[in-house]
């Protein structure tokens, strides 16, 4: 019996892992080493490295190899490779914090092994300063790091203004092209050119960003797409305050929207022109806050 339920253990696994890879489009798999211990080690890489419909891990203990499928079009294998180092564990491109590492429970602190193709003061990544509490100026990559660009959310930005001036024209067509614009530009922001504040934010964000973008991008009744919009902004707004802007951005307040608990939004414009009611109360609001850079 107990033989059976194994069995039926694996099987439940394997149409698992199948049914994860399946909803994965431009599917790419490729095998790295990843050091790690036990069935906790399993758990936390796996869980660190999966996005749904973007990326999914398979580690196993006993090879200590890490199966990574991915969209191509949205990820690579370094951003999901820098999240599993984020979570204590080192790969062959990528070594997890001192810090971190320490903090492993004793069960999961496996032999550090593993050394970065190369080493020198351009190979570190640009996590010198603290992000979440811990210094990551010691997860060293085999690649040059590059330096800081602004432009990496640029694309990102102009979207969400984009779906913001589709929204007060009332244009459910247009809101829903620049959705999917907006989440194609989530997916080729490459990480590693992020300033350190920017990366802490676009980890928190990155997966909210593009669910709301796809809510807006399917649906085509535009009171469904302000809905997504107002839980858009929050998020943009997060990685507003620690981003790069070449002006001012406004943030912005409808008190009406919602039967009353209000929303926000992002614009580059302080004159009022509100996304969530157009025509009908095209100046209702307010700026309530001004984000300079």
Known sequence: MKSIAKLLMVIVVLLSSINSFAQIKNAKTETVKVDGNCD??????????????????????????????????????????????????????????????????????YERTLKPVAKNKEADMDMSSEHGGHDHSKMVTSENAPVQNASQLTAVFDNYFSIKDALIKTDAANASDKAAALVKSVGVVDMSKLSTEEHTVWMKVMKNISTNAESIEKSKDVAKQREAFATLSTNLYELAKVSKQNAPVYYQHCPMYNGGKGANWLSKENAVKNPYYGSQMLTCGSTVETIKQ
């Open 40 to 109: 906790m080690c399993k758990a936390t890489i796996e869980k660190a490295g999966n996005v749904k419909k973007v990326a999914s891990v398979e580690w196993n203990k006993d090879t200590k190899m890490g199966t990574l499928t991915y969209d191509s079009d949205k990820t690579n294998q370094d951003e999901i490779l820098k999240r599993i180092a984020l979570a204590g564990y080192d790969s062959e491109k990528f070594l997890a914090p001192d810090d971190i590492y320490a903090k492993l429970p004793g069960c999961c602190q």
